[in-house]
């Protein structure tokens, strides 16, 4: 076992995208290693392009909940419907709401009315107002497990596949008591810079990180060139988490 992540730091780290029972049985062993206990994988992929990988779908969240409850971790999952929401609540611990969604505001209405925690995702071109404000949706429906995910704004520079606000992080967490995650796999679409990003996100008062891990990259069905590898992740895990504490 690898030390525990350093003060209340928490890591979400996992696949894109569920593709089968095995890869995300080995992804998660691998991740417990390191004493990550919240695995983010998708079931339902909402892509631009229709003919792109759009997840498993039901067939992913049934791999979910026997992952879940061989391993006891917690599943951070993306839900695009409400339709699916009584299925989801059977396996996944934290609904997420994409970036798409972030406007949608009767599936927002809808996960007010439940408890568990919903990890809502800033929409691509989003102010920081809009964004607590479609949390507000939520809230008022009597929630009050709520995160707020930055994971970049749409920006003319194509150095990063979106533009991370570092600023964003430390408004909500000087105006609201809303925790924070950041998502540096879809802010930044490139795992060169990700340790010191990460830092910088932390240094800016992020609760946590999320991060997309895969067994063999180039293979995976969707954001091949985001999700690190095994090796990639140890490298990342060691400059971020363990030489903070050294």
Known sequence: MKDSLAENIFCMAGPCAIENYSMMERITKFLLSYGITVIRAGAFKPRTACSSFQGLGLQGLEILKQIKVKYDIRIVSEIVDAKYLDSMLQCVDILQVGARNMYNYELLKELGKVQVPVLLKRGLCATVREFIAAAEYILAGGNENILLCERGVRSFDNCTRNLLDISCV?????????????????????????????????????????????????TALSDKEQQMDFEEFDNFYRQVYLEKKN
């Open 170 to 218: 430390a408004i909500i967490k000087k105006e609201t008591r809303y925790p924070v995650i950041v998502d540096i796999s879809h802010s930044l679409g490139r795992k060169d810079i990700a340790p010191q990003v990460a830092k910088a996100a932390i240094a800016a008062g992020a609760d946590g990180i999320m991060i997309e891990v895969h067994e063999h990259p180039k």
